[in-house]
C-alpha cells in the first residue's frame, strides 16, 4: 500500500508551526516558531502582532519541515491547514499560504478544524487510542467534552458557558500579577502550595456536562482584592494551587460523570490545558477510579502544533474532504457541524 504523506501547517494563533506526518501517525519533522516572548511584553497575544509574525515566518518554517523530513515536495500526498476556529488575521495567513503551495504543487488542499486536530495529537504516539471514545478538549479558548464516534464524527455533549480553562488560568495569572502565559506560571507555583489554602468555589449548572469557570476567576479577583484592602499579603503559591486544584477537579469530575453515564471505558484528553501537571495526575488518579483507559499526548504536543493539524487531515483526505482554492478562514466553527463551504 502506497504511503500518505500529509504537510500539516497551523497558524490559528500565536504559533507558526509545519510539520509533515507519514499515515497518520508517524511524525517525520514538526517545527514550531513561537511567539510567545513578542507577546509577553503585553501580558496576552496581541491579533495584529500575531499575523504579522505569521507572515514573517510561515515561508521559512514550511521549508525547514520539508526539508527535516527527508521527503519530496512532490512526494506529499496533500496539504492539510487550520481554517477555522482562530484569530482571523492569523489563520489567513495559514490558509492563504497553503492554498498557494496547493496550487503551485499541484496537490490536494484539506481543511482541518483545529480542536479535531488537538484530539488527533492523540494518534501520534504508541498504542494510541482509536474510536469511539471520550474526550476531554481544555484549551486556552475552548472547554468541550466531545464523543469521537469515529476520526471525523463527534458529538460535543458538554461545553463551558463562559471561560475556557486555559482563559481562566490566564486571567487568574493575571491578576495575580503573574507572566505570560500564565497557565504555565500558575503550574510551577501550584507544585509549591497548599492546594487547601483557598476555599474556591464549584459552579452548579443546569446541564450536568457543561463548564463555567468566570465565577471561579471572580473569586480569585475578590480574594486577592479583598486581601489588598486589608493590607495583607497572601501566599500566591498557595492561591495558585487551589486554583489549579479546583479547575482540574471540575473538568474532570464532568468528563467521567460522563464517561460513567454513557458507558465509555476509553477517555482521551487533548489541547494546551493538558499540558498542566495538576490535570494529568487528576486524569490518571479519576481513570483509575472509575477502571476507564487515559490517553492523553506528550506535554511537547499539548500545545499548537501542525504535526497533530496532518495528523487529522490524513483522516479527513482519506474520507475524501478536499477545498478549492476559494477557501476561507472561519474565527468560529463547531467541531461537530465543521461546513468549510460557507
Known amino acids: 500500500m502506497k504511503d500518505t504523506y500529509i504537510l500539516g501547517i497551523e497558524s490559528s494563533c500565536d504559533e507558526t508551526a509545519a510539520s509533515i506526518v507519514k499515515n497518520g501517525c508517524e511524525i517525520l519533522s514538526n517545527v514550531v516558531l513561537t511567539q510567545i516572548e513578542r507577546h509577553r511584553i503585553f501580558g496576552g497575544v496581541v491579533p495584529e502582532i500575531a499575523s504579522r509574525l505569521h507572515i514573517e515566518g510561515i515561508s521559512h518554517t514550511v521549508d525547514l519541515a520539508i526539508e527535516k523530513s527527508g521527503i519530496a515536495k512532490e512526494d506529499i500526498s496533500a496539504i492539510a491547514v ?24 499541484d496537490k490536494p488542499l484539506v481543511p482541518v478544524h483545529h480542536l479535531r486536530g488537538h484530539i488527533a495529537a492523540n494518534y501520534l504516539y504508541e498504542n494510541a487510542p482509536k474510536p469511539p471514545f471520550l474526550c476531554l478538549i481544555a484549551s486556552g479558548g475552548h472547554s468541550h467534552i466531545v464523543i469521537a464516534h469515529s476520526y471525523t464524527d463527534f458529538e460535543v455533549i458538554g461545553r463551558t458557558r463562559d471561560d475556557a480553562a486555559g482563559e481562566a488560568f490566564d486571567k487568574a495569572a493575571r491578576a495575580m500579577g503573574l507572566s505570560y ?3 504555565v506560571e500558575i503550574d510551577k507555583r501550584a507544585v509549591l502550595g497548599n492546594k487547601n ?5 464549584h459552579p452548579h449548572l443546569d446541564t450536568p456536562y457543561d463548564y463555567s469557570f468566570s465565577g471561579l476567576k471572580t473569586a480569585v479577583l475578590n480574594t486577592l482584592n479583598q486581601a489588598k484592602m486589608r493590607g495583607e499579603e497572601l501566599n500566591l503559591n498557595d492561591l495558585c494551587a487551589s486554583f489549579q486544584d479546583t479547575v482540574c477537579d471540575i473538568l474532570t469530575e464532568k468528563l467521567f460523570l460522563a464517561a460513567r453515564d454513557r458507558g ?3 477517555v482521551v484528553a487533548a489541547g494546551g490545558v493538558c499540558a498542566n501537571s495538576g490535570l494529568r495526575e487528576y486524569l490518571k488518579r479519576r481513570a483509575e477510579e472509575n477502571g476507564c483507559t487515559l490517553y492523553y499526548p506528550p506535554v511537547s504536543l499539548c500545545g499548537d502544533n501542525a504535526a497533530m493539524i496532518a495528523a487529522q487531515g490524513y483522516h479527513e483526505f482519506l474520507k475524501g474532504v478536499r477545498a478549492p482554492l476559494s477557501l476561507n478562514a472561519y474565527a468560529t466553527m463547531d467541531i461537530a457541524n465543521v461546513n468549510f463551504s460557507k
Open 181 to 183: 502565559p500564565g497557565g
Open 197 to 201: 489554602a483557598f476555599k474556591l468555589p
Open 264 to 266: 465509555i471505558k476509553t
Open 82 to 105: 487550520t481554517a477555522a476556529p482562530g484569530l482571523i488575521g492569523s489563520l489567513l495567513v495559514g490558509v492563504n499560504y497553503a492554498k498557494a503551495l496547493s496550487l503551485v504543487l
